[in-house]
């Protein structure tokens, strides 16, 4: 007697495997569409120092803009999330990126002046940003700086509290990871965060 051909899955069998492979292929398309995102659009960034205040608080999540920087040069004014420089953030921490605002651009030459404003190839600004209008003051060494092609000056807005291209010099382009855009949580502290214009000091 012959033997009798094989049995054919049911259609209940091949349901089950054909849910099991999308169901893989849905994880793994995911899985692809979120590093990319982060590598080349917007990645989430988890505010944990005081230098940005009030501007940005500790313990606030922002996304930053990592795509429009390759598209032009950033901008005076601008927030930007960048790696610090080596020897420059300490212990548990030492990766974590450091957030500021772009103060000097490429070419600039940065005085703090003695009245505390900032002058950008010797004209002082007004800076309405700085936390409870902290007057910026210099590092024991230099209050000059030129900032170097590829290359910005950086400080936070809590001068205080921050430590910026005063302590470690311009940060190179290729340090920035990119432009803090959105601030999401907390909910109450919703929405974009713009790039502010440095105004001449009117006197």
Same mark, same amino acid.
């Given at each position: 007697?012959?033997?009798?051909? /094989?049995?054919? &899955?049911?259609?209940?069998? $091949?349901?089950? @495997?054909?849910?099991?492979?999308?169901?893989?292929?849905?994880?793994?398309? @995911?899985?692809?569409?979120?590093?990319?995102?982060?590598? %080349?659009?917007?990645?989430?960034?988890?505010?944990?120092?005081?230098?940005?205040?009030?501007?940005?608080? &500790?313990?606030?999540?922002?996304?930053? +803009?990592?795509?429009?920087?390759?598209?032009?040069?950033?901008? *005076?004014?601008?927030?930007?999330?960048?790696? /610090?420089?080596?020897?420059?953030?300490?212990?548990? +921490?030492?990766?974590?990126?450091?957030?500021?605002?772009?103060?000097?651009? /490429?070419?600039?030459?940065?005085?703090?002046?003695?009245?505390? *404003?900032?002058?950008? !190839?010797?004209?002082?600004?007004?800076?309405?940003?700085?936390?409870?209008?902290?007057?910026?003051?210099?590092?024991?060494?230099?209050?000059?700086?030129?900032?170097? +092609?590829?290359?910005? %000056?950086?400080?936070?807005?809590?001068?205080?509290?921050?430590?910026?291209? $005063?302590?470690?010099?311009?940060?190179?382009?290729?340090?920035?990871?990119? *432009?803090?855009?959105?601030?999401?949580?907390?909910? !109450? $502290?919703?929405?974009?965060? /713009? &790039?502010? !214009?440095?105004? &001449?000091?009117?006197?």
């Amino acid at each position: 007697m012959p033997d009798a051909p /094989p049995a054919t &899955p049911g259609p209940r069998q $091949r349901t089950a @495997t054909g849910c099991l492979v999308e169901l893989l292929e849905t994880v793994v398309l @995911t899985l692809l569409i979120f590093v990319g995102v982060q590598t %080349f659009v917007a990645q989430p960034y988890q505010v944990e120092q005081e230098s940005m205040e009030q501007t940005v608080l &500790p313990r606030e999540y922002i996304l930053v +803009d990592k795509l429009t920087p390759h598209l032009g040069p950033y901008n *005076r004014g601008d927030i930007v999330v960048f790696h /610090p420089p080596a020897g420059f953030s300490t212990g548990p +921490d030492r990766d974590k990126p450091f957030i500021k605002r772009i103060i000097g651009l /490429p070419g600039d030459r940065i005085d703090i002046a003695s009245d505390g *404003r900032v002058a950008i !190839d010797g004209t002082e600004y007004d800076e309405p940003y700085v936390y409870e209008g902290q007057p910026t003051t210099a590092r024991p060494g230099t209050s000059t700086w030129v900032v170097p +092609d590829g290359e910005y %000056f950086v400080m936070g807005d809590h001068r205080e509290e921050s430590t910026d291209s $005063r302590d470690f010099g311009p940060v190179a382009a290729s340090q920035i990871i990119g *432009r803090a855009w959105l601030r999401y949580w907390p909910l !109450d $502290r919703f929405g974009i965060l /713009p &790039p502010a !214009d440095l105004e &001449p000091a009117s006197r």
